[in-house]
């Protein structure tokens, strides 16, 4: 087949699950941009009331024109500097620097004034609608935490929410949508008249509409990345926070829950799918957040707990911990967050992770993003080098792994996945006070190859004994033992905990080359149980 062909079929796996929404929508969003008038812009005059102080965010604006996002701090060259790089620059757009606590006055309006004089309308990376939904947030919580707007700031942020209201990304859907509706509620509580509104109006039909789509039954969000379901929840809770007429907290409670089950005992969450830590606000600060709303906390975290929608199941017995992917990769239509890690997890003992995901560190297509996407990247399997859903891209996916069986008991959990074309996968993972023990299957015909891998911690040192595998950590030293019928290597991965950052891991690499149906069996627990 030729390479036009093939480039043909995979644009058709990928754009046959988007909705016929999204494609035209798409089309008229590139072709049609809106006709804005720039004049009778509504004025500030309603008084927003909060419930209690905003949580402070990350430490992003380290000194006079210097700025720190995705790891990479630099000099302030411009709004729009190519050699930025655009997710560098979004975040530049964003104005999180009005969320540190150590911020002036004087600093916070220099910038605001800036960013007006530097920006002309509707034009360049800060009025594409995802920067413009969240520095509208921005700018509007900094003003009513005491820092008044002065007039060519309000008239800013006005054309801003009226350029914003036009542009809604419904060809996104998703979280986007969410960031838009947010900045639609925000500012239609800041400004007042009849155009406010309609923003205001039409920013909590969108959470109507898309709250009991996106928020599952279990409490997860649908994208199915523990890092944008804490983004969305802090959206929640800032609405919750003003009062909007939404009903809102059972959906945050069941939100908070399903962020504990995801959290693990080191107090960070499990890195599935496009997930670091240092973007969301931590889990703890989340709690306390919601616990001044007066929003119950969660209790500790049962043992054992299934979330049968999202998919996902932790377990945990004596010092041991896992959460495991039996997850769809997310929602057809939009899967732009996804990797190909299904039947993945992540392992604790006590507080150390002592086996990892290899994260996300990148958000454009690199030979690291292509890594960390892809089934190798993940405690996983693939079969003759495939990924079980066909990543692509920075954001795409064509064909995609479907969960076919998933079973949850105390101790135990497993699930299926018949991402490998005709041949189905099936994983059952075992805990108790001893270890963790994982049975796995490739149901087939015929001689395949089958790679497994297991991403260990990067602070780990890997003893080599034979057919066993003892990882050094934390003062720890766990034991792998591997199936009989592998060959196996302990090689070199790429894990990114944060954006912005990668670290070598050892991973061990088993292969199997034979025919179907293959079975293995792993063994994990410490050394002295060897």
Known sequence: MSSSLRRIGLYWRTIRYLKPEQLWRRIAFKLFPPSVDRNALPEC??????????????RVFSGPDRFRFLNDERDFFGWNDPACGKLWLYNLHY???????????GEGRQWIA??????????????????????????????????????????????????????IERHLLANHLLANAKALVFAGLFFSGSEADEWLSAGLDIYREQLPEQILADGGHFERSPMYHSIILEDLLD????????????TVEKMLIWLSVMTGPDGKIAHFNDAADGIALAPQTLFAYAGRLGIGIPQECPKCLDLPQTGYARMSAGEWTAICDGAPIGPDYQPGHAHADTLTFELWHGKTRMMVDSGTGEYIDTPLRREQRGTAGHNTLTVDGANSSEVWGAHRVASRARIVERRFADNS????????????????????????NIRDRVGGNGVHTVDMYWHLSPSAEVENLGGRVVLHS?????????????????????????FGKSSNHPVVHCRYRGNLPFEAETTINMRQDI
């Open 239 to 250: 609405l919750f926070n003003l009062g909007v007429p939404l009903p809102l907290q059972k």
């Open 474 to 498: 934390d003062g720890k030293s766990l034991v792998l033992m591997l199936p009989a019928a592998v060959e196996y290597t302990v090689e070199t991965g790429h894990c990114s905990s944060e």
């Open 45 to 58: 005059g309603k008084a927003m009331e909060l419930r209690t102080r905003f949580p402070e965010g990350y």
């Open 95 to 105: 104005f999180d620097l009005l969320r540190q606590a150590d911020l002036t006055e």
């Open 413 to 436: 959990f497993s699930a299926a996945h018949d991402g490998f074309r005709g041949m189905t996968h099936r994983r059952e993972w075992r805990i108790s006070a001893a270890g963790v």
């Open 114 to 167: 800036r960013w007006i004089a530097e920006n002309p309308p509707f034009s360049g990376n800060g009025w594409e609608p995802y920067p413009i939904s969240l520095r509208i947030v921005n700018w509007i919580k900094w003003a009513v935490s005491g820092h008044p707007l002065d007039g060519a700031a309000s008239a800013s942020l006005a054309l801003q929410a009226r350029f914003l209201s036009r542009r």
